[in-house]
């Protein structure tokens, strides 16, 4: 008889259901021979037959379950070392995936770092050249001013200087034609 041992994928169950089996079987088959010889010879070389038949199927079936115990431990212990290495395995893959999306993660987060240090960077630059624009349009526009208001200025205090000039010299002419007049006393002596 030919023994397999049950691979991981086998059901272990059924293949024990086989082997029980096929050792029932073979006691029936043991029993009947043994009826069969003991209806044709009733002697005591049958007897001892009989009990050398029993003892002997006795011995093989113990063996046979010896065996079969043996089968179905290894069995077992070939799946629980299988399920142990696959879930061995199954640990290892999850962590080296859990890693692989930290890294991922991580370098998002560089990436959007970078992204917002550079956009900081631009705007900063930008808000300086407004300024700087700005700040010459405003100096620009002061010169012009302070151009403006020199030249009004100018312009009036020149006009401002004409007129009182032109008083001055109307002041001096008066005051030049009050001293060709005769004295107050003169005028009323004469009157």
Known sequence: MH????????N??????????AIAVLVVINLILLVRSMNRKPSADATQTVREEFRSGREEAAGRSRELREEVSGSLAKTAELLTTTIGQ????????????????????ETNQQRMDGLRA??????????????????????????KLQGTLEKRLG????LVSKR?????????????????WVISKTC
């Not at 272990?12 to 089996?21: I, K, S, Y």
């Not at 900063?124 to 302070?146: F, G, W, Y």
């Open 159 to 162: 006009e401002s200087f004409k």
């Open 90 to 109: 199954l640990g290892t893959t999850q962590k080296d995936q859990l890693e692989s999306v930290t890294k991922q993660v991580h370098s998002l987060v």
């Open 12 to 21: 272990p169950t059924v293949t024990t259901e086989v082997l029980l089996a």
């Open 122 to 147: 631009t705007i900063s630059e930008q808000l300086n050249e407004i300024r700087e624009a700005n700040e010459k349009k405003l100096e620009e526009m002061r010169r012009t001013v302070d151009e």
């Open 3 to 10: 023994w397999r041992v049950a691979l991981p994928g086998d």
């Open 168 to 184: 001055l010299d109307a002041v001096h002419k008066g005051l030049g034609e009050m001293q060709n007049l005769p004295p107050v």
